[in-house]
């Protein structure tokens, strides 16, 4: 009798006015934060990633290995362009996608871009045991994830939006800083914290 369940986002009167996208490095949790934000708006997860598995029937692996990064690279591109249009919802990119000029444009002028900053350390933690990172495919893949961060960490930079991710956070707490950095910049209505 004196249990309570959470609010539905109708309960609590929010809205996403634009799509959110989620950027940074692997292991930064774009994709599961990504997922707790959509649940929590009702908006559709997408995962730009994902679908280019889908699409090619090809894992991310295979298609580095077979065409190379620049193929994969174009690929992405036009899967952003295409994952952008319709209602707003809630997209997680690659870890390279934003590296791309032509691909910040375009978010940044359709989306309200967060970029999910962790340290190295937190970032190693969460990779160093998946198969599934053809850019640590390395003899060394600590040191390939160290010059990929240090190259990289400038231009997430230049995101909109940004939220410091704790290795202590869980998805949820992560997924409530991001909606109040999309509050604060009025793409989530009625959110009260």
């Not at 375009?106 to 990172?133: C, F, G, P």
Request: proline share 4%; glycine share 8%.
């Amino acid at each position: 009798m004196g249990e309570t369940t959470p609010q539905s986002r109708e309960d609590r009167g929010e809205a996403l006015c634009r799509t959110v996208v989620l950027v940074g490095m692997m292991g930064a949790g774009k994709t599961a934060v990504g997922r707790a934000l959509a649940t929590r708006l009702g908006v559709e997860m997408r995962d730009s990633d994902a679908e280019i598995v889908n699409s090619s029937q090809l894992s991310i692996a295979e298609i580095f290995e077979r065409y190379g990064e620049p193929f994969f690279r174009e690929k992405e591109s036009a899967v952003i362009a295409r994952l952008l249009e319709g209602p707003p919802s809630v997209l997680s990119t690659g870890g390279g996608a934003w590296m791309a000029e032509a691909n910040r444009g375009l978010l940044t002028a359709n989306a309200a871009v967060v970029w999910l900053k962790a340290d190295l350390e937190l970032l190693w933690s969460r990779v160093r045991h998946k198969t599934t990172r053809p850019l640590l495919r390395t003899r060394s893949p600590k040191a390939t994830l160290t010059a990929l961060y240090a190259d990289r960490a400038p231009v997430y930079a230049l995101a909109p939006l940004s939220v410091e991710v704790h290795a202590d956070w869980s998805i949820e707490e992560t997924a409530e800083h991001v909606m109040t950095e999309l509050a604060r910049v009025g793409a989530v209505e009625g959110y009260r914290g």
